[in-house]
C-alpha cells in the first residue's frame, strides 16, 4: 500500500527517495498552486518547530521563506525593512508580553 503524501518537498527529496528503491510519485506545481503549496508548507514547518524546537526545523522554516521570497520575487532587504518598519511601529518579542485580554472601560 503506498504512502500519500501530497505535499511539497524539497527538490532533491524524490532522488533520495529513489536511492531507497522506492518510486516517488511527483508533479510539479507553478504560480498560484505553488504559492498556496508553499503557504501550507510554512504552516507545516512552523508546527514542525513548535513540537522540535531545534536549528534545524527552524532552517526548515527559514528555507521555505526564502522560497516564498523567491516566488513573490521579493528582495531580502525588502523583508528586512518591513520587518524594521513593523518593529518600530509595534515593538519586538523580547519582553515576552503575554496579553490575556483587553477589559471595557
Known amino acids: 500500500m503506498p504512502t500519500v503524501y501530497d505535499k511539497l518537498v524539497r527538490d532533491r527529496i524524490p532522488a533520495i527517495i529513489?536511492?531507497?528503491?522506492?518510486?516517488?510519485?511527483?508533479?510539479t506545481v507553478e504560480n498560484e498552486e505553488y504559492a498556496d503549496r508553499l503557504a501550507a508548507k510554512l504552516c507545516e514547518e512552523a508546527a514542525e518547530f513548535d513540537e522540535d524546537r531545534t536549528l534545524e526545523e527552524l532552517a526548515d522554516v527559514l528555507e521555505v521563506i526564502n522560497a516564498i521570497l523567491a516566488h513573490r520575487d521579493i528582495d531580502r532587504t525588502e523583508l528586512e525593512r518591513a520587518r524594521r518598519e513593523k518593529r518600530a511601529e509595534r515593538g519586538g518579542f523580547e519582553e515576552g508580553i503575554v496579553l490575556e485580554r483587553v477589559d471595557e472601560q
Open 18 to 27: 529513489e536511492a531507497t528503491d522506492e518510486q516517488p510519485v511527483t508533479h
